[in-house]
């Protein structure tokens, strides 16, 4: 819930007495949380029509996890290109949406209404009790925010999570969207994190170890001085949203599973302007860098291939031609 008394326009300075009647010092009350994104309120659960397939865990909440094999025949594939132009569609969308003013309980509607539209079941919906159809993650917040009343504020930055359960199988993607004009600062932690996320892509070929991706992220990351988180990592996905298959954003040389051709996994990395850890709001899913400091994250679903990859969240994608900071 939103606090009920609100701050005044003209804060203390830090070693006055609170605005809030606590009697405590600004600086040891409410001036922590000067700029924080606060929780608001969460709308109840939205409804899917019942034509839309759901996955198992869409009606207990609860994730069973049955074998799946890494190396996908080529139905499974097919389908998951659909699935995933899908998401990658809703979150192009979604994207538009993004400006000073909008609820993300409002992006959450449009994002659960053209899931549906496309035949889709918004796959974080009822994913282990997640109350909402994408996540939505402000400024500090690394991941799994959840939509709420909250209003997008000139100068925030937010990152969509959008996930297309199709054809019974998951696309997973996401992107971070400037909200208005946002700081220079801001505007190079979304370039670097974007292209951290393409040089772990551009290593993905069979016989290559999934160690690779993380090392090629994380020396990116480093050049730029930010950081990377460790805690949340890519994932094996198909017809589960996450199966076996671990991907490290950092490098770990005893991740040293050989890619293969059929392969399908996320690369998702959350990058930070200061600490790479996190804390866990009281809700225990919005994750936030524990110095408040800001982070990006961008992700893919991606297919070995028998010479690379392939990108099953932007359909037609090649390699992009963006600027890159070296
Ligand atoms: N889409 C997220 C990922 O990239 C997972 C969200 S799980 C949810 O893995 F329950 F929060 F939706
Ligand atoms: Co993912
Ligand atoms: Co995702």
């Given at each position: 819930m939103r606090t009920s008394v609100q701050p005044p326009k003209v804060l203390p300075s830090a070693n006055d007495v609170c605005w809030c009647g606590s009697g405590r ?302």
């Amino acid at each position: 819930m939103r606090t009920s008394v609100q701050p005044p326009k003209v804060l203390p300075s830090a070693n006055d007495v609170c605005w809030c009647g606590s009697g405590r010092k600004y600086k040891r009350c409410h001036k922590p949380l000067e700029g924080r994104v606060l929780p608001g309120i969460v709308s109840p659960m939205r409804t899917v029509p019942d034509h839309i397939a759901r996955p198992p865990y869409a009606a207990t909440g609860q994730v069973a996890r049955r074998p799946e094999s890494a190396v996908k025949t080529p139905d499974v594939i097919a389908r998951m290109r659909r699935a995933g132009a899908a998401a990658a569609e809703v979150l192009r969308l979604a994207g538009e949406l993004v400006k000073p003013g909008i609820t993300t309980d409002e992006i959450d509607e449009a994002v659960h209404r053209m899931c549906i539209e496309r035949g889709a079941y918004p796959s974080p919906l009822n994913y282990q009790r997640f109350p909402k159809s994408v996540c939505t993650s402000v400024n500090e917040v690394i991941c799994h925010g959840i939509p709420d009343s909250r209003e997008l504020q000139d100068g925030d930055i937010v990152n969509l999570d959008v996930t297309c359960y199709l054809d019974g199988v998951h696309g997973d993607t996401n992107a971070t969207f400037a909200v208005g004009t946002i700081s220079e600062e801001d505007r190079h932690l979304i370039a670097v994190t974007e292209e951290c996320m393409w040089l772990g892509i551009e290593t993905v070929k069979p016989d290559v170890p999934l160690s690779e991706i993380g090392r090629a992220i994380e020396s990116h990351a480093r050049k730029h001085r930010m950081g990377v988180v460790r805690s949340f990592i890519g994932h094996g996905i198909g017809e589960q949203f996450h199966t076996d298959i671990q991907v490290l954003h950092y490098y770990e040389p005893r991740n040293n599973t050989l890619m293969r051709p059929g392969m399908t996994f996320t690369i998702e990395p959350m990058i930070t302007l200061g600490s790479e850890k996190h804390r866990m709001w009281d809700d225990e899913w919005t994750a936030v860098t524990v110095d408040g400091k800001r982070t990006a994250q961008f992700e893919h679903t991606v297919l070995v291939t028998d010479s690379g990859y392939d990108v099953l969240t932007a359909p037609g994608a090649v390699s992009p031609t963006f600027p890159r900071h070296d």
